[in-house]
């Protein structure tokens, strides 16, 4: 059992930065995909980034290809989303996920394809 705690969200305006963190505990961090979705108020969760359990590939949903960067600690059990230069529509709840796997497991993308979910936090960015 993994548990996930994320931190870091809030309010900015347009142009700024946040960066998420999710704290991993239970379970063997170093196994597990990790990856980060987002979900705005009446809509559908969605795919935001993900990341391999080696860390050796990435994968972003094009809305924000370039502006974030997943990354992950396996010392400090640890996955981050670097969200820059924000825009309106990226505010919803994020959410981080994990899923243990094998070494050579392909790049996971979709929300049934994760087990372990944190409860969200709130980021919100004004025009």
């Known amino acids: 059992q993994v548990q996930l705690v994320e931190s870091g969200g809030g309010s900015v305006q347009a142009g700024g930065s946040l960066k998420l963190s999710c704290a991993a505990s239970g379970g063997t961090f170093s196994r597990n995909a990790l990856a980060w979705f987002r979900q705005a108020p009446g809509e559908e969760r969605e795919f935001v980034a993900a990341m391999t359990r080696s860390g050796g590939s990435t994968s972003y949903a094009d809305s924000v290809k370039g502006r974030f960067t997943i990354s992950r600690d396996n010392d400090e059990k640890t996955v981050y989303l670097q969200m820059n230069r924000l825009k309106p529509e990226d505010t919803a709840v994020y959410y981080c996920?994990?899923?243990?796997?094998?070494?050579?497991?392909?790049?996971?993308?979709?929300?049934?394809?994760?087990?372990?979910w944190g409860q969200g936090t709130q980021v919100t960015v004004s025009s």
């Open positions: 996920a994990a899923r243990a796997t094998i070494l050579t497991a392909p790049m996971y993308t979709a929300a049934i394809d994760y087990t372990y």
